[in-house]
C-alpha cells in the first residue's frame, strides 16, 4: 500500500500579523514548524505503515527551507520525500496550489490513500484537500478523526460533522483530510534525522517542468483567485464600567438602553 501526505510549512503562531502596506504575512521572527493537522495525518499515515507494511511518502510545496518539515517527517519514520519549489509556484491560490500538488501526485502515481490536514494554521481556508480530490477525481472524506477499518480496495472512517459523526466507507484511492486523533503524534527519532540529513537524495526536490506543469498553471498566472486587501479585524470598543451601588448602577444602565433605543421600557 502507497500512501501520500501532503505536509505545509507554516508559522508557529496563531496569531497572523500582517505587513500594514503590503498586505502580506510577516514571516520575520517567526519559527516554522509542521502544520498541526498534518503531523496528526503523519500519524495516521505511519501507524497505517507499522500496522500494513504501507510505504509512507511526504510531499510539500514552498520555498527551499520547507526541507525542515520533510526532514522532521522523515525523521518521524517516512520513506521518502519530495519538496515541490519553484519560483513559479509563487503566489499561488488554493487552486493553484491543488494543481501543482496533483501533478506532483500523478508523477508519483500508483498511491492508494491521501491524507491532508484539514486545515492550515496560516492560510485557513481547508480548500486544498478537497481541491486536490476534485482534480484528480478521488473519494473524499474531509474532518476525519479515525481510520477504523483498511480492507482490499476499501477504507472506513469516522469524521466529525456540525451534528455528530459519521461512519464513512470510501473505495481506494481516496483522499481523507484529518483534524482531530485520539493519538500523540510520534517524535521523530535521532537516527532518522540523521539518516535524512546525510541521505539527500532521499528528499526530492522537483521544479514545475518535473512535474510537466505550465506556467500558467501555477502561481499567481494559475490561481482563480485575488486577494484584493487583506486587512486586521479592528479592535473591539472598550467596555464602560458603572460605578456606585447595584440600585445606581442598574438605574444608569437602564438610561443608556432606553438613549440607544434597545428597549422600550415602561415608566
Ligand atoms: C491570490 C492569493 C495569493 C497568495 N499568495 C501567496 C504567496 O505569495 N505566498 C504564500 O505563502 N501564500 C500565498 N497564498 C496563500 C496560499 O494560497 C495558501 O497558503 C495555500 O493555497 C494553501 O491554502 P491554506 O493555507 O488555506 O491551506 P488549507 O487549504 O487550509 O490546507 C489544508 C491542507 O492542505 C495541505 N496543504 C496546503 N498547502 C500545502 C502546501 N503548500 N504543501 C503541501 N500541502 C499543503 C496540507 O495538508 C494542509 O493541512 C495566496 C493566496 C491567494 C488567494
Known amino acids: ?7 505545509k510549512q507554516v508559522p508557529d503562531t496563531t496569531e497572523v500579523k500582517l ?8 514571516r520575520e521572527g517567526v519559527e516554522s514548524i509542521v ?3 498534518d503531523r496528526r495525518a503523519l500519524e495516521l499515515g505511519l501507524r497505517l505503515k507499522d500496522d500494513f507494511s504501507a510505504t509512507v511518502t511526504v510531499v510539500s510545496m514552498g520555498p527551499p527551507q520547507a526541507v525542515d518539515v520533510l526532514s ?8 521518502e520525500a519530495v519538496l515541490l519549489t519553484d519560483k513559479a509556484f509563487a503566489g499561488a491560490d488554493t487552486w493553484a496550489t491543488s494543481t501543482t500538488l496533483g501533478k506532483a501526485l500523478e508523477k508519483i502515481g500508483d498511491f492508494d490513500l491521501v491524507l491532508c490536514g484539514y486545515q492550515a494554521i ?26 477504523e ?3 482490499a480496495g476499501k477504507i472506513t472512517v469516522t469524521r466529525r460533522n456540525d451534528n455528530g459523526y459519521e461512519r464513512i466507507s470510501l473505495k481506494l484511492p481516496a483522499l481523507l483530510t484529518i483534524s482531530k486523533i485520539s493519538a500523540e503524534p510520534r517524535y521523530p527519532l535521532m537516527g532518522n534525522l540523521i ?11 522537483w521544479n514545475a517542468a518535473d512535474i510537466g506543469a505550465l506556467s500558467q498553471e501555477l502561481g499567481m498566472a494559475g490561481s482563480l483567485t485575488q486577494v484584493v486587501k487583506t486587512f486586521s479585524p479592528k479592535g473591539k470598543r472598550a467596555g464602560e464600567i458603572l460605578a456606585g451601588e447595584v440600585p445606581e448602577a442598574v438605574s444608569a444602565l437602564l438610561e443608556k438602553v432606553r438613549e440607544a433605543h434597545l428597549l422600550k421600557l415602561k415608566g
Do not use: F, H, S
Request: net charge negative; charged share 30%.
Open 35 to 37: 502544520n498541526p493537522d
Open 19 to 26: 505587513d500594514r502596506k503590503t498586505g502580506n504575512l510577516i
Open 1 to 7: 500500500m502507497k500512501i501520500v501526505v501532503l505536509i
Open 149 to 151: 477499518k483498511l480492507e
Open 72 to 79: 522532521e517527517a522523515l525523521g518521524m519514520g517516512c520513506d
Open 122 to 147: 496560516d492560510g485557513d481556508t481547508a480548500q486544498t484537500g478537497p481541491q486536490l480530490a476534485e482534480y484528480l477525481n478521488l473519494p473524499q472524506a474531509c474532518y476525519v478523526d479515525n481510520i
Open 195 to 205: 539518516d535524512a540529513c546525510r541521505e539527500d537524495a532521499k528528499i526530492k526536490i
